[in-house]
């Protein structure tokens, strides 16, 4: 009865989120009103079911996005407040983000780098994972700037992780400078 | 390791001897590695002598029989397994903890009986949660374990060691109130009493608490949210009376008389005038300071204060002139010690010394690899600053072969860590390779009073890097050094990118290691740094106007560079984080500046393995030459170890090395096989052979 519940449960927490897959061609994106881009960094020591972030919507990053290793995920989601919420490993073994520090706000009409989701520890067979969220801005720009010149030039990237950070303002002013539109 | 202990004897002289006359570069394989003997310590009885040894593939625990020289390995180790401690419980007996895959702490309870010595495995593992607190050596068959039950929760229990000896685990309550949130414990056995250890979250308060013998009250000995305080007890004088290493009644950490009754402490039982205390012996039955330790000119120094305890020191400091000699382990019963004899230009060497008959029996060398080596010798500089503040820094000259560069060396933190006058193989590296090396305490450094290491709070980029100027100016001064460059760690890494945009005409180059360039980033540069309590402690020490610190940050200065910089980090850095090294790489990169950049993929705040070191600095090595201008050694007599060299780096960089940059394995290859190597040379011919073949198809 217990088990069947859980399965109940689980299916709608599922049902409630939807699978964002992220974007993998570089184009001019035209967003609705009200959304933004989302960048994310994973790092995960083993692979991934789902990653689970809910908030303005409820979405999932796929199994296939999560493999052990790192990368940068590209998503459109509607503008607000989100928090990473569950990391799963199968669809009945996972772990539950807790603390303030792993929500984000996304801004309409800009890509919003959020930080990097880093797993650490995760296992099969219980004990504690840990989880951060850190602040790799320049990994960030260099992705967008080889993999979505496109993007970035029609939209800007603004920081949405942890803290406050200039550093993007401040990477566009070099350009200015090596151009030498700043002097 | 079979043939321990060859006899020496102190009426003879140990001045150090080098067999080696003409100083030459060292390699990093014999600069770069571990201990080969470490920890030892002797048996109560002094029967037994415990050391841990490492080298090559023997890594592990072993036993020398002091009479017989006989020697007994134990805990074999292989990577999986780190050390972490071992002591002796009673004379046959010796618990030994380590982690096993960094994540399981395991603990073994070695029955040493010489009906046991024979047998294959004489370890027993102890299943138990918990720790080690006292091995109640004056009391048979019980030590005191700390036992953590499922919930977390500790309980202080005595345990049989006979028992633990066969695998069981039979406990008994030591007192029925331990101390609710104590963090941990520790224990006196002389005065048998217990510490307990507190933080208190929501004050942000730690807290030393005690507990006597046949009492059942914990009484609190000292309580402060002042996280500089140093607060340390040492004895237990009786009547509520302690003897405490401190420096809550004055700038210094000293030796107090303590009331824990009013919390009040009387006049200083020793007082240094220029250095912390970091270590004391008390006589507990007349509360008589015995010996005070300091780091007397960045040397570590052991004073003592009774004619009587200081004899046997004068004795060795007769045998081995010069030398820094620690005493390491001392067996009470036989009197017997084990001595380290040390030196600025010495990594070591273990003796078992017995005063009864004034003999010293030589153990083990700490780096054999290194007996017949001259190493360069370290003089301190003392410099007073222009607001009369007095400086210490160290200056390393090489051997011979002096090329004339002045290696400047900040030390990381920068507030509570030093640098000190003794064996530092990163020091040797240089100097055997004809660099001069400085070393500065700045303001900020630990070991010269509280308001000295106060005094570097805020000052990034500031007073810091100007007291660093005012040594190397009386560095200069004296010794004509006309070119330099700045070279450092994490801190480090920060201050020598600072010094060479200020002072380029001296400053030639840098290279930064594991630093932090963006110095408000430290306060985003995670969830946990964005954190109230990071900001808060992070602020008192560098400060939390962001515009200055921005102003103080070698990113957002980088447009002002000079100098051709080499960036070192571990992509794994979360102290300094990387994202610091990445940010200055990008920068550096957009500006069109002259700079060089290797990231190890995988470390952290500094190398993990010592081929790592080799590696980081043979490429350090390399970079100033190169931008210098200095003479490569490809040709003469050092160039077998420059092909060497040259080589291991060309293998890193291949496609099937550890860092794949076919643009660097071919300059080194170049390198290796101007130098001589054969290998680096049949490398080069073939590579040549596949693009012609691949050109004419």
């Not at chain 2, 010690?337 to 004034?358: C, K, N, S």
């Not at chain 2, 600095?617 to 931008?627: Q, T, Y």
């Not at chain 2, 076919?662 to 101007?674: L, M, P, T, V």
Request: overall charge negative.
């Amino acid at each position: 009865m217990v088990r069947l519940l859980t399965v109940v449960l689980l299916s709608l927490v599922s049902a409630c989120s939807f699978k964002a897959n992220s974007i993998k061609q570089d184009g001019h994106y035209s967003l609705a009103p009200g959304e933004g881009l989302v960048l994310i960094g994973v790092e995960t020591n083993i692979d991934l079911l789902k990653l689970t972030v809910v908030g303005e919507e409820n979405i999932f990053l796929p199994w296939e996005e999560l493999q052990q290793g790192d990368r940068y995920l590209l998503v459109e989601l509607q503008a607000g407040d989100y928090k990473f919420s569950r990391i799963s490993l199968t669809s009945t073994h996972y772990y539950s983000v807790h603390g303030a520090g792993f929500s984000f706000r996304v801004s309409p009409g800009t890509v919003n780098y959020v930080g990097d989701f880093r797993i650490q520890n995760a296992n099969w067979f219980g004990g504690p994972a840990s989880f951060s969220l850190i602040n790799q801005s320049s990994l960030a720009l260099e992705f967008m700037e080889e993999n979505f010149p496109q993007v970035m030039s029609t939209m800007p990237l603004t920081y949405a992780g942890p803290g406050t950070d200039d550093f993007f303002r401040f990477a566009q002013s070099l350009g200015a400078e090596a151009t030498g539109e700043g002097q | 390791m079979k043939q321990l202990l060859f006899v020496l004897l102190l009426s003879a002289s140990f001045g150090f001897c080098s067999a080696g006359t003409l100083a030459q570069p060292i390699t990093g394989e014999d600069l770069f590695k571990p201990n080969r003997i470490s920890l030892p310590e002797l048996s109560p009885g002094g029967k037994y002598l415990a050391a841990y040894l490492n080298e090559g593939d023997e890594r592990g625990i072993f036993i020398v029989d002091v009479a017989t020289g006989k020697y007994y390995p134990l805990l074999n180790f292989d990577r999986n397994n780190r050390l972490l401690g071992f002591t002796w419980v009673d004379e046959d007996t010796l618990y030994a903890n380590y982690m096993v895959f960094e994540r399981f702490f395991t603990q073994e309870i070695i029955d040493l009986t010489p009906s046991n010595l024979g047998k294959k495995s004489l370890g027993h593992r102890i299943q138990e949660p918990g720790y080690l607190l006292d091995p109640l050596r004056h009391q048979s068959d019980q030590i005191l374990y700390v036992r953590t039950d499922e919930d977390g929760e500790n309980e202080i229990v005595t345990a049989s060691v006979s028992n633990m000896r066969i695998g069981k685990f039979t406990k008994e309550t030591a007192f029925k109130h331990p101390h609710e949130g104590a963090l941990r414990y520790s224990y006196d056995p002389d005065s048998s009493t217990y510490f307990s250890y507190h933080w208190d979250e929501e004050k942000e308060t730690s807290s030393v608490w005690y507990l006597e013998h046949n009492q059942n009250t914990w009484k609190q000995l000292f309580s402060s949210a002042d996280r500089d305080l140093h607060f340390k007890w040492l004895a237990n004088l009786g009547n509520q009376q302690f003897a405490v290493l401190t420096n809550v009644a004055s700038d210094r950490i000293a030796i107090y008389h303590y009331d824990a009754r009013t919390g009040e402490f009387g006049q200083p039982l020793y007082l240094h005038d220029r250095y912390d205390l970091v270590d004391a012996e008390i006589d507990r039955s007349t509360g008589d300071v015995v010996s005070v330790s300091f780091f007397d000119h960045g040397r570590y120094s052991t004073k003592y204060l009774f004619s009587d305890s200081s004899r046997d020191l004068h004795l060795l400091q007769q045998a081995f002139p010069g030398k820094q000699i620690l005493t390491l382990s001392v067996d009470k019963l036989s009197h017997q010690r084990v001595v380290g004899v040390f030196a600025d230009d010495d990594p070591g060497t273990i003796y078992l010394f017995d005063p009864a008959t004034r003999r010293a029996e030589l153990i083990e060398y700490i780096n054999p690899a290194l007996v017949d080596t001259k190493l360069a010798r370290t003089e301190v500089i003392s410099v007073v600053a222009e607001d009369g503040i007095a400086l210490e820094g160290f200056l390393t000259k090489p051997q011979s072969g002096n090329n004339g560069v002045l290696l400047v060396m900040p030390h990381g933190g920068p507030i509570g860590m030093r640098d000190y006058n003794d064996f530092n193989p990163e020091v040797q590296y240089f100097a055997s390779r004809g660099y001069s090396v400085l070393r500065v305490n700045f303001r900020g450094s630990a070991g010269y009073g509280r308001t000295f290491a106060d005094a570097g709070k805020t000052q990034f980029g500031e007073l810091i890097e100007r007291d660093i100027g005012t040594v190397v100016d009386a560095v200069r001064e004296r010794f004509g050094y006309r070119q330099a460059c700045a070279i450092g760690l994490s801190y480090g890494g920060y201050s020598s990118v600072m010094l060479t945009l200020a002072d380029p005409d001296f400053y030639q180059c840098a290279v930064a290691m594991y630093g932090v360039y963006d110095l408000p980033l430290i306060f985003s540069a995670s969830k946990f740094k964005a954190s109230e309590s990071f900001r808060k402690t992070m602020s008192e020490i560098m400060g939390d106007d962001l515009d200055e610190l921005k102003a103080r940050s070698p990113l957002y200065l980088a447009h002002r560079l000079e100098r051709p910089i080499l960036l070192i980090a571990g992509t794994e850095d979360e102290i300094a984080d990387f994202e610091h090294s990445n940010r200055m790489k990008y920068t550096l990169q957009a500006l069109g500046k002259e700079f060089e950049y290797h990231f190890y993929p995988g470390e952290g705040h500094g190398q993990s393995t010592y081929y790592g070191d080799q590696h980081q600095f043979a490429l350090i090595d390399d970079f100033i030459r190169r931008k210098l201008g200095l003479d490569d050694f490809t040709s003469g007599t050092f160039s077998a170890i420059v092909a060497d060299e040259s080589l291991r780096l060309a293998q890193s960089f291949d496609d099937d090395g550890y860092y794949p940059d076919a643009q660097r394995a071919q300059y080194f290859y170049s390198k290796a096989a101007r130098a001589g190597s054969f290998e680096a040379r049949e490398k080069l011919g073939l590579d040549y052979s596949d693009a012609t073949s691949e050109g004419e198809e």
